[in-house]
């Protein structure tokens, strides 16, 4: 696959600030003069619309139909969206990537490393990996009591529990673990510092 652009990845557990710190960084690299996509999975289209149902009820599928969907989502996301951009040059800002699915689909029983391996045959591998990291606790609480949601079913704080600890374990040079418990100022500061590297040449 042809690639001139850079590929980062936002991962975590729901409340560490994926989406707040993925649009400062955004807006950020726009005012430098790069041109950036900022994406998100689940993706809007036929699949990522598909596993929104399963919010209220994710065991109206098996697990294997479950992670099916995830990959689905995933190779219309990469074909769509991620690889065209990639391979014009320009900054792909993704909201989760494929270490969701192997933190939440592995915290359901699949094997994490056996994800990883599947999405790697067909998604690029980011550049970074910016995983921001919080007790399960406080991001159950910004999620609920910040966001006035209710927690949806890939949320309970059991299986987060299990999820985090899957992100804790995943291994990979291109991931940088960064303290998301600060206000979103600090977190910034923290990621810029991180993502200086990828753009100090052009
Ligand atoms: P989230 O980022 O919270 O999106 P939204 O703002 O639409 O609720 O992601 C939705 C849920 O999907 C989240 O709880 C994690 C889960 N998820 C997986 O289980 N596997 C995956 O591969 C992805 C991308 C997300």
């Known amino acids: 696959m042809a690639r001139k652009g850079l590929l980062i990845a936002f991962e975590g557990i729901d409340g560490t600030g994926k989406t707040t710190q993925l649009e400062l960084l955004a807006q950020v690299l726009r005012q430098r ?4 996509v900022a994406t998100r999975e689940p993706t809007a289209g036929q699949y990522g619309r598909k596993i929104r149902e399963l919010y209220k009820n994710r065991k109206s599928v098996t697990p294997e139909e479950e992670l099916a ?3 689905d989502d995933r190779r219309e996301h990469v074909a769509q969206v991620i690889a065209p951009a990639l391979a014009c040059g320009q900054v792909v800002l993704t909201d989760r990537y494929y270490y969701s699915t192997a933190a939440y689909q592995g915290a359901a029983g699949h094997d994490p490393q056996k994800i990883i391996a599947a999405n790697e ?4 591998v980011p550049d970074m990996v910016i995983m ?3 007790p399960v606790s406080l991001g159950v609480h910004r999620v609920q009591k910040l966001r006035g949601e ?12 299990r999820v985090a600890r899957i992100f804790a374990g995943l291994k990979g040079g291109n991931i940088r673990r ?3 418990t600060g206000d979103a100022a600090t977190v910034h500061a923290l990621i810029m510092k991180n993502v200086a ?3 100090r040449v052009e």
């Open 121 to 124: 045959l067909f998604a690029p």
């Open 178 to 180: 960064l303290d998301g």
């Open 150 to 161: 209710t927690l949806n079913d890939f949320e309970q704080e059991e299986a987060l529990l």
């Open 132 to 134: 921001l990291e919080a």
């Open 197 to 199: 590297d990828l753009f």
């Open 69 to 71: 969907l995830f990959l």
């Open 33 to 36: 003069g790069l041109s950036v």
